[in-house]
């Protein structure tokens, strides 16, 4: 049974920095994408970054790109995304998910059969 959890959020001030964590297990992670989500109250989720491997690919939210890097340590079997420049419109629930196989399909949620229970980050003073 595929789990992924995350930590790492917390209440940073804008401007500052945060990494999140995702562990995963119950599978190979080598074999699938994994993505970061977020969703904020009264909006949609929304994909913020995804790395695939073999080869190693990433892309990101345009809202994010230049700010945030999404990376996987395999032998912690752990993908983390590092969150720089932090703006009050950071603040979310962020989740990490697994995708249906090695393809982030533009983070179309639909396509990820896996999820965290996610994890607060709040950018603010």
């Known amino acids: 049974q595929s789990q992924l959890v995350e930590s790492g959020g917390g209440l940073v001030q804008p401007g500052g920095s945060l990494t999140l964590s995702c562990a995963t297990s119950?599978?190979?992670?080598?074999?699938?994408?994994i993505a970061w989500f977020r969703q904020a109250p009264g909006k949609e989720r929304e994909g913020v970054s995804c790395v695939r491997a073999i080869p190693d690919s990433t892309i990101y939210a345009a809202s994010v790109k230049g700010r945030f890097t999404i990376s996987r340590d395999r032998a912690k079997n752990t993908v983390y995304l590092q969150m720089t420049s932090l703006k009050p419109e950071d603040t979310a629930i962020y989740y990490c998910a697994r995708a249906k196989r090695n393809q982030c399909y533009q983070m179309a949620p639909d396509n990820y059969v896996a999820w965290g229970q996610g994890t607060q980050v709040t950018a603010g003073s």
């Open positions: 119950g599978f190979t992670m080598e074999n699938y994408a």
